[in-house]
């Protein structure tokens, strides 16, 4: 079994930045997949980003792309989404995910098996 968990959530002034963090705990971390998603009100939960393995290769939402950059660290267990420029648009609760299906980055729902419990994000306008 593996528990994720995120924190770093808040409220920021647009063109803010925020740090998000996710611990993960039950499996090899390393050898996975971390997706981050987010989902507004009223909205399905919808891609934000992911890194692959060891970081190396990462992929974003064209919504984020060039404000929003993941990072993770192995050795801690810990996957990180840095945020910068923020928009009121980007008002949403971010999940972390972890992709045990796949060595390759992956960006839909389906294919993440564990979710964390989200954490809210809140950008004023």
């Known amino acids: 079994q593996v528990q994720l968990i995120e924190s770093g959530g808040g409220l920021v002034q647009a063109g803010g930045s925020l740090r998000l963090s996710c611990a993960a705990s039950?499996?090899?971390?390393?050898?996975?997949?971390m997706g981050w998603f987010r989902q507004a009100p009223g909205k399905e939960r919808e891609f934000v980003g992911a890194?692959?393995?060891?970081?190396?290769?990462?992929y974003y939402a064209d919504s984020v792309k060039g404000r929003f950059a993941i990072s993770r660290d192995n050795a801690k267990n810990t996957v990180a989404l840095q945020m910068n420029s923020l928009k009121p648009e980007d008002t949403a609760v971010y999940y972390c995910?972890?992709?045990?299906?796949?060595?390759?980055?992956?960006?839909?729902?389906?294919?993440?098996?564990?979710w964390g419990q989200g954490t809210q994000v809140t950008v004023s306008s």
């Open positions: 039950g499996r090899t971390f390393s050898k996975y997949v």
């Open positions: 890194a692959s393995w060891n970081g190396g290769n990462t």
């Open positions: 995910a972890l992709s045990w299906r796949y060595s390759y980055i992956v960006s839909k729902n389906y294919e993440y098996d564990y």
